[in-house]
């Protein structure tokens, strides 16, 4: 069995290995579509596995790890990033969104609205770089994408509906030049979604008033930066963040009042001495700064996955 969970470690250290070659530029983001065009190696390693324990053969539970890697290493090794012929769904028929396959140019705005005061906005990446920041318009984007990007926003006094992307489709090769660059309104109150897909994402959202925040980091790195919280509700300022297989940094404004929630997974994270354990809620830990009595205050949940996580302050 410690020759088994050996391998399993080795299988997290390639993954590992990986990521830090994305987070440095070595190895393109677009490998992650190669190593998803290869699941039908995880089916056969998940069988072998299954038949090891059956028979509690370890040698060949050992065999599902080594043949995981030796699929993880073919997809960043051996197949090509850049062929536009090439599909990450293997048999299946996919369609470019754009007849070239290339990355088109693209930029939209809707004007500030004095009525609006409130709004929902839901921001998606794809492959590439995905930004969010405050802004004088109601909302604004620009970037460039192979497929036509989402634009959707409804605005009256009762609130803003936001609904900003990269587009959706099948990617015909990996796009690491694609980006996304959103800028939401700096007076509106936002309850926000950033949905990151495969991107690396760069969210200051220091300077935007956020009464929810919910951030799905996917297969990414990233950075978000909380600024003062203003609760407008009881319980605090909610925000899940959900780390997926990432490299994650969480930076909130130096003064604030914070309760953090984690379920850590299989990752690493690295908290401020002011963040001190108080118990546990619900099979998470409890973190909290102290003399947090209620008002306004950050109250994070963290589900870790498999990630390299730092929360600081700044």
Do not use: C
């Amino acid at each position: 069995m410690e020759i088994k969970r050996a391998a399993e470690g080795l299988t997290i250290i390639a993954v590992g290995f990986i990521f830090l070659g994305n987070t440095f530029g070595v190895i393109p983001w677009g490998v992650w579509w190669n190593i998803a065009s290869l699941w039908p190696i995880l089916l056969i390693a998940a069988g072998i596995d299954v038949i090891g324990r059956g028979t509690d053969n370890t040698w060949l539970r050992v065999l599902s790890s080594l043949l995981v890697i030796a699929g993880l290493a073919y997809g960043v090794f051996m197949m090509p990033t850049g062929n536009s012929n090439w599909s990450p769904w293997g048999p299946f028929v996919v369609t470019p969104m754009t007849t070239s396959g290339q990355n088109e140019a693209f930029s939209e705005s809707r004007p500030h609205d004095p009525a609006v005061l409130t709004g929902e906005a839901r921001v998606s990446g794809a492959v590439g770089t995905l930004k969010v920041k405050d802004g004088s318009d109601l909302v604004s984007v620009s970037g460039d994408s192979p497929f036509t990007p989402e634009f959707k926003v409804t605005s009256s006094a009762r609130g803003a509906d936001v609904n900003v992307g990269m587009g959706s489709g099948h990617w015909v090769a990996p796009r690491d030049n694609a980006s996304l660059d959103v800028k939401l309104d700096r007076t509106v109150t936002w309850d926000l979604t950033i949905d990151g897909g495969v991107s690396k994402i760069d969210a200051d959202l220091s300077s935007l008033t956020i009464s929810a925040l919910e951030v799905k980091a996917g297969v990414s790195s990233g950075t978000v930066i909380l600024g003062a919280a203003e609760s407008v509700a009881s319980g605090g300022v909610p925000v899940n963040l959900d780390t997926g297989v990432s490299t994650f940094t969480l930076r909130i404004k130096r003064g604030e009042q914070v309760r953090l929630r984690v379920d850590k997974g299989l990752s690493n994270i690295v908290r401020p001495d002011e963040l001190t354990s108080v118990g546990e809620d619900g099979g998470k830990q409890v973190y909290e700064t102290a003399d947090l009595a209620g008002g306004d205050y950050w109250d994070i949940t963290l589900d870790a996955g498999i990630s390299n996580v730092r929360i600081e302050f700044y």
